[in-house]
Structures are given as structure tokens and as C-alpha cells.
């Protein structure tokens, strides 16, 4: 029982960085019906701001974490004005394609910059266990459910008592309408991607923590698992996201634990396809016919 209960923790910890990832891409898709497969580099560069505010500054944990989030959410915007805004009124398929060529370009700058080695994360947190019942809770565990927790409340709070979200809501509901009442949509999606790219880049904070290390690659993983759980939760839906990431997060950690860990990626990935196959609106979703 302690040994399940300890795969839960540590399936939580992974789950609470998938959710902050899949925050961004149900946000965006929510608002402009666009799956921004580039997010799970800006988690990634989101790390590597990181990792050099604290090995070449010498910040603290908490000064790079929000360094991380103020330049990814500006390189969420730069994207966004730069590669979609002018593909607002194509086809879907030309910004799939555009999303593809901007992951691609983030990954190989970095590879430019840093090199396609694995570099060590800086520990800036003494990684301290502590023991309740049998069950162990490492200080970064606690660091990680802590940040995600209250990154996560922030968000809600934006989305539902804020001027600006609720004209994100009214946006996703109907933009058209939006822009009839006076809301600048161009200034509304432009925010929903500031704040999606922010929780990507404390993602990548996070996870550098977490395991130590990072790589230009580091984002191509976890960008499409976070993706799986923003399926899975509803995409488009805020708290379905939150329930996908943590759902993910412990279906893979109890996959690797009791099962085989070479699979675990295949789990994940034919969850996907059970979940279009099943329920296609995920699990808060709901179906909602569409007019050809």
C-alpha cells in the first residue's frame, strides 16, 4: 500500500507539469481552435532561460522561475503575432504546417546556441526527503505541487474575474460577437498566449528541477503527452486540462512501476486513440454537432 501510494505522489508531480503545459494548448485551442504544436518547445526554451539565469547569473529558484515565464509568454506573443496572426483566415492545415515549422525552428536555434548535449540543471533547492508513515515527499515534490497549485489558482482567477478573461471566454465563445461588443480579439488572443507560453516556461523550470537535466530535444515528448491529456481532459476546457495532465501523469508513473517502462509511452499515446475513438470531446467535453 505505501509503495502505491508513493508511485501516486510521484505521478502527481509528473501530472501537475504535464496540466501546466496543457493549460497552453487547450487555451489557444479554446480560443482560436488551433493545436500550437510548437508549445512544447517554448517549454523547453522556458527551461533553458532557466537553467541560465541561475548558472550564469546566480539567481535564486524563484527570480529564474519567473524570468522563465516573463520570456517564454513573450516568445509565446512574438510567435503568435509573427507566424499565426497572419494566417488567421487559411486553412487549418497551413497553420498545422506553420505550428510544425516553428517547433522545428525553436529547437534547432537552441541546438545553435547550446549544443545538442544533455546539460546538468543547477540544484538551487537542497533536495530534502521527508518521511510521513513510510511514504517519502522530496522538498522539490513539494516545490513542484506548490508552484503548479498556485500558478493554477492565479489562472482561474484571470479567467473568471478579470476584464481580460472574460474576453477570453467571450472570444472562444463566439469571436465575431466579440469584436460587435468592442473587444480586440487581435489583444485577446495575443494574452491567451502570453499566458499559456508563461505556465510552459515554469513547466520547464520545473522538470530541469525535477530530473536534473535538459536538452534542445526536451520538448518533443512532453509536448505531445500534454497534448494527450488536454484530449483526454476536453480541449478547450481550462479544468479539463488540469484532470488530463494529472491523469496522464499517474497512468505513466504506475505503467513504468508495476508494468514495463519501455511501454509507457505507448500507454499514453493509445490512450489518445481510445479517447478519439470513445469519447472524441474528452471527458469534460461535450458533443457538440457541427454545421458543415
Known sequence: MDTFIQQMINGLSLGSIYALIALGYTMVYGIIKLINFAHGDIYMVGAFVGYTMINSFGMGFFPALVTAMALSALLGVLIERIAYKPLRNATRIAVLITAIGVSYLLQNGMLYFYGAGVRAF?????NKLYSVGGIKVSQIQLMIFGTTFILMILLQFIVQKTKMGKAMRAVSTDASAAQLMGINVDNTIS??????????GAAGVLVGLYYNTIDP???????????????????????????GGLTIGIIETMVSA?????IRDAVVYGI??????????GILGKHVKEKV
Open 122 to 126: 543547477p540544484q538551487v533547492l537542497e
Open 191 to 200: 494574452f491567451t498566449f502570453f499566458l499559456g507560453s508563461s505556465l510552459a
Open 217 to 243: 530535444m526536451m520538448g518533443v515528448a512532453p509536448g505531445l503527452k500534454a497534448f494527450v491529456a488536454a484530449v483526454l481532459g476536453g480541449i478547450g476546457i481550462i479544468p479539463g486540462a488540469m484532470i
Open 258 to 262: 508495476y508494468g514495463n517502462s519501455m
Open 272 to 281: 489518445l486513440i481510445l479517447i478519439l475513438i470513445i469519447r472524441p470531446a
